[in-house]
Structure formats: C-alpha cells, structure tokens
C-alpha cells in the first residue's frame, strides 16, 4: 500500500471508496460568499491531518451564483463534488441525496453558513473510528443566536428528548459525524433532518455520543429558517415516532382502537335495548331505543370502530408493498461526478 503523503491529498475522481476515509456533506441554499473560504478551510484541516476525503455540496435550488461557485471549486479541487437540485425542496432531501452518493467510510455533515467549524473534524472522526460510535453529534453550547430563536430551540430539544428517548442537547446542529453503515440505512424525509440521531436509534444504531462544538457568529448572509420551523420539527417528530412503533404493525393500532370502540358502541346498543325489554315485561314505563341520544352514540362508535378496523387491514396491506416515501429529486446538474 502507497504511503500517503500531503501532495497526495489532491485525489483523482477516479479514486476507490476504500481510500476515502471522511466524506464531508454540505446542503446549502445561496450561500456563495461563505463557500470558497468554507472550502479552502475544509482543506487546510484535511491537509494538516493527512486526511483522504471528498467534499459534497448539495445545492439546494440556490438563486444566486452559489452553483458556479461549486463549479469552479470543484475544478480547482478534485476532492470537491457537487450536486444541484432544480428547486428548492429542503434540506432533509439535500442530505438524504447526499448520504446516497457518499463514498468515505465517515460522514461529516455541517453548513455553509460558517458557523459550523471544520477544525471539529479530526476529533468527530477519532469518535467514530477509534471510539466506535455510530454518531456523534455536535452541541453548540455556546450560542450566538438571538433569544427568539435560542427559547424556542431548548423548547424543541426537551420536547424531543421526551417523546424519543434519546438524550442530547441539541438536535438540530447541523454538525455530526456518521458511520457509512449509519447513512446508508436510513431514510429522511420531509423535515425530518432535526431527527436523524433519533431515527438512526429506531434502526439499530445505539452507540450516540455527543460533543460541544464551537459555534460562530454568521459572517455571511442571514438565516433561512424562520420560526415555523420548530412547528412543522414537532408534527414530524409526532409522525416518526408514530412511524417507528407502528409503521410496520398498523393494525395494532388502528385493530385495538377499532375493536374498543365497536365493543363499547355495540356495549351500549345491547344495554339500552335489554332495558327496554325488562321495562316492557315488568310493565314499566319505556320510550324507544331510538329516541335515545345513546343509541345514536353507540351507532357513531360501531361505525366509526368498524372503520378503524379496516384501516387497520389497509395499513397492513400498505406495509406489504413497502411503497417509498421518499419522493424523487430531481437534479439538474452535477460537478466532479
């Protein structure tokens, strides 16, 4: 085996997937400005730590020149590649379209604002490698956000350590470092980037560790999250933790509240039809069943049970198919690929 020296750093594209040890994805959306200063420093940490590795920018359907800017990097580069959606779709399908075309054995995934730093990397790779974590994520626990955005983040946090189990402090950096095993074998969609540590758990991957990482003032641009974010992060934490126990057993969900309410329905419909029988016998005053707002009740509940239950079977027959969620991406050009 060649021994591998700093000039050796610049790798063809034509290079083996067992010779890159880090594959840095980073999803963005116009960020040119911050981009040649974000690669040139990738590539100093690279440099300095003989380090064989690929950069993957993942343009996000940017409007303004960050995609020439990809270009160009990645001529200068041949560790530099690049992908660029047509539109925007989100930067969950921007890593999950990365995490497809990756090829070093860890995966660092950070932004291009500059604000995550790659001096983090050789660190969150000896996590990985020689600590034998699945994922390591970082935690920015000094913040330079302002307060509208910091309360409304350890709200997220704590909300989704309680509902997932899964016990860090910040789940929304977008500083983490993976095992290939780990990207390969999972599937983000929607919004559900936030949720990747969790996520990565459900499928088997326990070994989650987390580390402060630095986080640096915005030097470039301004952010492209507002506040709904954290809306929309719950409805997508309500749905995968919803996925993950009953995703593939639907009609133990929809079977058991099926079956309760079709038994307390049909319950109340026996009940209020063997009283008016005992009143008729016992020559008791009686009205009828249907002039009882009960039986409608226990009508609605029969009904309403009957057709949990059938969703339920539908479910099942879904999960048989494996239909994807992912959706397709469509890109519209690539560089260095």
Not at 252 to 268: A, E, K, P
Not at 275 to 290: D, G, S
């Amino acid at each position: 085996m060649r021994q591998i020296t700093g000039k050796a750093l610049s790798l063809k594209p034509y290079m083996t997937d067992q010779a890159i040890q880090i594959s840095v994805v980073i999803p963005l959306y116009n960020e040119e400005e911050s981009l040649p200063e974000l690669c040139e420093w990738i590539a100093r940490v690279m440099d300095e730590n003989r380090f064989t590795y690929e950069v993957l920018f993942m343009d996000d359907g940017s409007r303004d020149g960050s995609w020439e800017v990809i270009q160009r990097l990645s001529q200068e580069n041949p560790n530099v590649r690049g992908m660029r959606f047509v539109r925007n779709y989100g930067k969950t399908a921007a890593l999950q379209t990365g995490f497809q075309a990756v090829r070093g054995n860890v995966v660092i995934t950070m932004d291009a604002d500059l604000q995550d730093s790659p001096d983090e990397i050789p660190e969150l790779y000896s996590m990985i490698v020689n600590d034998r974590y699945d994922l390591i994520s970082g935690w920015k626990k000094k913040r330079y956000d302002p307060i509208t955005k910091t309360i409304p983040t350890k709200l997220f946090n704590a909300a989704t350590r309680q509902i997932s189990g899964v016990y860090l402090h910040d789940f929304n950096c977008g500083l983490k470092a993976y095992r290939k095993d780990v990207v390969k074998n999972i599937t983000i969609y929607g919004e559900m980037h936030r949720y990747i540590p969790v996520i990565a758990k459900w499928n088997g991957f326990a070994r989650i560790g987390e580390k402060v990482v630095q986080h640096r003032a915005r030097k470039y641009g301004h952010t492209k999250f507002g506040l709904e974010r954290f809306i929309f992060g719950f409805l997508d934490l309500l749905s995968i933790a919803f996925v993950n126990k009953f995703g593939r057993r639907p009609m133990h969900l929809f079977g058991s509240l099926g079956t309760l309410m079709f038994f307390l329905g049909s319950l109340i419909a026996v009940w209020l039809i063997g009283k008016k029988i005992y009143n008729i016998y016992n020559l008791l005053p009686y009205r009828n069943v249907t002039e009882n707002p009960m039986f409608f009740l226990a009508l609605v509940a029969i009904m309403v049970g009957s057709q949990l239950f059938l969703a339920g079977f539908l479910g099942e027959l879904f999960v048989k198919q494996s239909v994807s969620k992912t959706g397709d991406y469509t890109i519209a050009e690539r560089a260095g690929l």
